[in-house]
């Protein structure tokens, strides 16, 4: 997938343990968000994250760790921020939000997909969008064509978008980010986020092999748009010679 795609940090293997397991040679992270412990794992750490050390409420109440705190349950928080402007519209977007149940897990293992010592749950990939692309693509070839669904409020994007709703509905989901992953790490302006259960690595592995062998390399030579500029320098061309 890194030499296919061209990915600029490794694509992230996602394990839920519960809270006794111990995870030989991880480091074990406090005061982190979840999108941060992803970046860290993004490049090159073995990390593992738990109830105690994650830092960002939301995060903590997707995975089960502990409920919303009232600031955010009644909407404030998101109005404080100046992420919406009503209370009522934060409170049915945390409302709706997809989220583990309390006790489900104990713990959250992440670590670069290349040196993994274990089979993840989950494959979370974060980069440029048009390398997202090709992963989508390959992941419909998976599903014998069938259209691609996401489910995002533009918040959360990490923890709920790319890790709990791949895990609950077992399908690929993809995100544009959110504030706060835009805010607390190296996610570029151009780069989104997408995760996916490991079951489907395979295939998209396949696909991504068959894709690089015309599709995508073409896709990228821009050969249609290179015709048209020579088509339209040529236009050009012809009519500065006319006067």
């Not at 992420?83 to 293992?109: C, Y």
Request: a negative charge.
């Amino acid at each position: 997938m890194k030499a296919i795609l061209g990915l600029s940090a490794s694509p992230v293997g996602v394990r839920f343990l519960n809270a006794e397991e111990a995870v030989e040679g991880a480091k074990i992270l406090d005061r982190h968000r979840y999108c941060q412990a992803l970046m860290r794992a993004r490049h090159g750490q073995n990390v593992v994250l738990d109830a105690e050390g994650i830092s960002c409420p939301a995060a903590a109440q997707a995975f089960g760790f502990r409920p919303l705190p009232e600031p955010l349950r009644t909407g404030k928080g998101l109005v404080g921020f100046g992420i919406v402007s009503e209370e009522k519209v934060a409170q049915e977007m945390f409302e709706q939000m997809p989220h583990l149940e309390k006790g489900a897990i104990g713990q959250i293992h992440l670590f670069p997909l290349e040196k993994a010592e274990q089979l993840p749950d989950l494959v979370v990939v974060e980069d440029e969008v048009e390398k997202l692309m090709w992963i989508v693509l390959s992941y419909m070839h998976a599903q014998g064509g069938e259209r691609v669904q996401s489910n995002t409020a533009v918040l959360q994007a990490t923890c709920v978008d790319s890790t709990v709703i791949p895990y609950l509905e077992r399908r690929l989901n993809f995100s544009f980010g959110c504030y706060g992953c835009r805010d607390a790490t190296d996610m570029a302006s151009g780069e989104a986020v997408l995760g996916f259960p490991a079951s489907y690595l395979p295939d998209i592995i396949q696909h991504l092999e068959y894709l690089n062998k015309k599709a995508l390399p073409h896709s990228r030579g821009k050969h249609a748009f290179a015709a048209l500029k020579n088509e339209q320098e040529g236009g050009q061309t012809v009519s500065c010679s006319s006067l």
